[in-house]
């Protein structure tokens, strides 16, 4: 089987839909349409076409130290490289855990689900084991920094430094993922008080 090289991976191609052979789970979640705080009745691809966007404008901000640090391999493919193809498939898992209760939905445990889903898609691409695990990792801790700060009085702080210590590997990269997948969603304009929270966090966390 041909093996999709990630180096081939735009904006703009996923957008024209030019991979929906090769990823049909990606392209699947154009009819999972989510109702929340986060999302106003926006299709899951939808919003990952946003996030990566983001990160995208993201990526081209950082510092010197943290260009460097993306820049480095895993093994074929940067850190940056990498980043992106998780980014794209963060919420592969969420067809699976989609529920609907009156006019609220909801994906929980989408980021496990997603993770143990990769594990059948990601050989499709032209990565090494190592970074496969790499992929499949950031996927499923993902949502670490939204789950923390739904709860700021139960000491975010320290849960942070314990998740850096258990993962230094993907540390930064869950940072910069989180801030794109929240900038990538409607809750600036639904919430925008919990949305400048959230902002600064990270942004202190980044720094």
Known sequence: MQQIKISEFTIERIQNREFEKLIPEFYELKEIVENNPWHNNDSVLNHTISLLKELEELIKKPNDKIKVYLDKKINTHSREKLLFLAALLHDIGKKETYKKEKDITECLRHEEVGAIKLKTILPR???????????????????????????????????TEEFKGRH????????LLSIADMCGSQLKLNKP???????????????
């Open 168 to 175: 230094p590997d993907i540390f930064l990269e869950i940072i």
């Open 193 to 207: 008080e919990e949305f400048n929270f959230r902002m600064n966090s990270l942004n202190k966390i980044l720094s």
């Open 125 to 159: 691409f032209d990565l090494s084991e190592n970074e496969r695990e790499f992929v499949i990792k950031l996927v499923r801790n993902h949502g670490f920094f939204h789950e923390i700060l739904n709860y700021p009085e139960e000491n975010p702080e320290k849960k």
